[in-house]
């Protein structure tokens, strides 16, 4: 998931150059004396300006590759990653960027990936040494002793961009290792083997860590050119590879229905010559999603393993593959990359199969609207579309392959949210958000739940309702709210503040424009109905035939009756669980306050006929 922009990191940082711009401690200014010299000394680092590098790359799992980056001085930047199954090739023109996909979409650069670039293009222009090239700053944090080797550690902040920490090595006044983060994840990237390219001392072995060790990335520096001849052209927009879809002969847009399911889209698709399966559609997907055992089943081989993040605090195995093709109703996609996860903890949440996830390669592809109201999706042709319709038009960015739009929340705090078809709840406020917008102690009631079920498990939070939620000119009066407390995952981020789900988007016809950077809200009939919420307290799974309680919220209904985790219910109402879908148990549950429900529930071989009272719980 990270992969692409960790490997440029590490490349980024193999010709480091530090500056004296702003230094007033005197052992700062001697480390960074005896590391220029280490490094090669000042003339052959200011003779360096045009360069090309190029990597190979080694990833667990039987999968590498190459890594080329051209750099043109002052601030034109190419990188291109060659990983066979999976190709990625990002442009820096000296003002606007692109990347162009596995897949073969192009896109513009912006948020994080635009500030990587920037960040990327200072350090290869040695602004620290050159302090007129760009602005940054740097300072020196102590020593730090790893090991045997007590380090100067250094923090190097270029203007507008994350900071990088180096850990020079006493002995040699070269990098030993370097510490970043791409907004909630920690890069540790350890540098050894150097050598000499062009009077500069360059480091040609890396490993690089996300948290756990057994993902680790390995990177050996196999050339470095100095400054070759480099045409601009190599610099410019890329061109969007040939259409790799196919709509029946004569048409250009399809009809898909969906099955609305705890507000996720779930849609039919066919990998190959299968049979029809059961994909989740969301915008908060960089990559198509195979199920793990799904992929088994196909016969698909895979390869690599890449440590996966989400919402969630913890991280689950990535491998990457290549599906045949992938049908929707009479629309064909041919062969495209993807990765397999398991989905099979997210499948007992909502009572039926994920077999796989689509996401930004559907939505890159064509314009997507997404009718709630009527549960159908429609797929059209970017070349023919044309809307004529009367819903507002909302400017949307797309940032590492997801739909971002500005909102406010309760008239005062703005933010740039995710528009997450993915996301099952209505409103999620990341915790960096919550925190500068003092939002825990402004609101009323809050529910000790969890802000989300996704990669990497749960994640923690409080369930509340906000005053309202302004996107473009809609007011979206005490939409449902998660207020985040994760420390990590990704509602931990600090360069997003938040996720707007299928709970207030289910109001609308949604158009997702992307080629177009473009989304279309349309009111359906529900856009006036109250965002509602469980009545009875309990989270529950279904795995078969079985409904189990997951989690039952503290002083709610069930708790006051006494019902536990793990509880099997049986029966609701009368009707036996094993007949009802999830969504409709759940539905049941959230009726009306003063409701009477009845349950029929299995404890340790031991049935209990309760009887719950809804009610409103915020």
Not at 223 to 231: D, Y
Not at 363 to 369: L, R
Request: charged share 25%; glycine share 10%.
């Amino acid at each position: 998931m990270y992969l692409k922009k960790v490997l440029m990191l590490a490349l980024v940082v193999l010709v480091p150059a530090f500056g004296l711009e702003n230094l007033n401690a005197q052992t700062l200014q001697e480390i960074l004396s005896k590391h220029m010299q280490a490094l090669g000394g000042e003339e052959a680092l200011k003779a360096q300006k045009n360069s090309i590098t190029d990597a190979n790359v080694f990833v667990p799992g039987g999968l590498s590759g190459k890594v080329k980056i051209f750099f043109k001085y002052p601030d034109k930047l190419r990188s291109e990653t060659d990983l066979k199954i999976m190709k990625e090739l990002s442009v820096y023109d000296g003002d606007k960027g692109w990347v162009q996909d596995a897949n073969g979409q192009v896109r513009q650069l912006a948020g994080m990936e635009l500030e990587e670039t920037k960040s990327q293009i200072y350090f290869n222009l040695y602004a620290y040494l050159f302090p007129e090239r760009a602005k940054g700053k740097v300072e020196y944090l102590g020593r730090e002793k790893t090991g045997d080797i007590d380090y100067y550690v250094l923090q190097v902040t270029p203007e507008a961009c994350d900071p990088v920490k180096f850990f020079i090595n006493p002995e040699t006044y070269l990098i030993d290792k370097t510490i970043s983060k791409s907004d909630v994840v920690v890069i540790t990237n350890y540098l050894s083997d150097y050598k000499d390219f062009g009077g500069i001392k360059v480091a040609t072995s890396m490993r690089i860590n996300m948290g756990d060790s057994t993902y680790d990335i390995r990177s050996t520096l196999t050339g470095i050119e100095s400054n070759p001849q480099l045409s601009d052209e190599l610099f410019q927009m890329p061109s969007a590879l040939a259409k790799t879809y196919h709509f029946p002969p004569g048409q250009n847009s399809v009809e898909i229905p969906f099955v609305l399911n705890s507000n996720h889209i779930y849609i039919p698709v066919s990998i190959g010559d299968s049979k029809p399966m059961s994909f989740i559609l969301d915008t908060g997907a960089g990559s198509p999603v195979l199920e793990t055992e799904v992929a088994k089943e196909l016969g698909l081989k895979t390869v690599g393993k890449i440590e996966g993040r989400g919402v969630g605090e913890g991280t689950q195995e990535i491998n990457l593959l290549s599906l045949p093709s992938i049908r929707l109703g009479d629309l064909v996609i041919d062969s495209t990359s993807a990765m397999t996860i398991s989905l099979q903890a997210l499948s007992k949440y909502e009572g039926m199969p994920d077999d796989g996830i689509l996401g930004y390669d559907i939505f890159s592809k064509f314009v997507v609207k997404v009718d709630y109201e009527n549960q159908k999706l429609t797929l059209y042709d970017p070349s023919s579309f044309q809307y004529t319709g009367k819903g507002q038009i909302l400017p949307i960015t797309l940032e590492e392959n997801s739909p971002h739009v500005k909102a406010k929340i309760d008239g005062e705090y703005e933010g740039n949210f995710v528009v997450d078809t993915g996301a099952r709840t209505s409103l999620v406020l990341h915790t960096p958000f919550v925190q500068k917008s003092g939002l825990l102690a402004k609101t009323g009631k809050k529910l000790e739940v969890f802000s989300g079920i996704g990669i990497g498990g749960k994640a923690p939070g409080k369930v509340t309702r906000v005053k309202s939620i302004e996107i473009g000119n809609f007011n979206i009066p005490a939409p449902v709210t998660t207020l985040s407390s994760s420390e990590k995952g990704a509602f931990a981020s600090q360069k997003l503040d938040g996720n707007i789900g299928g709970g207030i988007l289910k109001k609308f016809t949604v158009i997702f424009d992307y080629p177009g950077q473009r989304m279309i809200l349309e009111p359906n009939a529900n856009f006036s109905s109250e965002d509602d919420y469980d009545m009875s307290g309990l989270w529950l799974t279904k795995e078969g035939d079985t409904t189990r309680v997951d989690f039952v919220i503290k002083d709610s209904p069930a708790d006051k009756k006494g019902i536990k985790e793990g509880d099997v219910i049986l029966k609701i109402n009368g009707q036996a669980t094993k007949d009802l879908l999830l969504r409709d148990i759940r539905n049941q549950l959230r009726e009306e306050p003063g409701k009477k429900v009845s349950l029929t529930i299995n404890r340790e071989g031991k049935e209990k006929n309760i009887e719950l009272e809804l009610m409103k719980l915020i």
